[in-house]
């Protein structure tokens, strides 16, 4: 963990705690379904962490598990993350709530087309 600030202009970092890779039992998103930065990283005991992004989030969980596949091999746990953010390969892939979503947002979009053309007398 790295603690970050400003000076001037210059920009300082301290490294105030380490962990190992071989010691993280799980990472807990909290919430798959809402746009959050916060999630646990489980060690001997746990820590609450807060990303910088949702996305930032999900770039580290991919970052750990990569890692992990490369050098450790071991059972990480990740729970509660989307499984279609967090796997690279699933990257185009889409959610059905996705989907509907865009399908709305399509609709609507077709709707105030159709009423900016429209003369009204």
Avoid at 2 to 17: A, L, P, T
Wanted: aromatic share 16%.
């Amino acid at each position: 963990m790295v603690k970050h600030w400003r000076v001037d202009r210059e920009e300082k970092y301290e490294i105030i705690e380490k962990w190992f890779l071989k010691d993280l039992e799980m990472i807990d998103g909290k919430e798959a379904d809402t746009d959050n930065p916060y999630f646990d990283m489980h060690f001997h005991k746990v820590y609450n962490m807060q990303a910088y992004s949702c996305a930032s989030k999900y770039t580290f969980a991919r970052t750990l598990n990569k890692l992990n596949a490369m050098y450790l091999k071991k059972d990480l746990k990740i729970v509660n993350f989307d499984d279609t953010y967090l796997n690279e390969d699933s990257f185009w892939s889409s959610s059905n709530r996705d989907f509907i979503v865009v399908m709305k947002i399509c609709f609507y979009a077709s709707n105030l087309l159709c009423l900016s053309l429209c003369r009204f007398s």
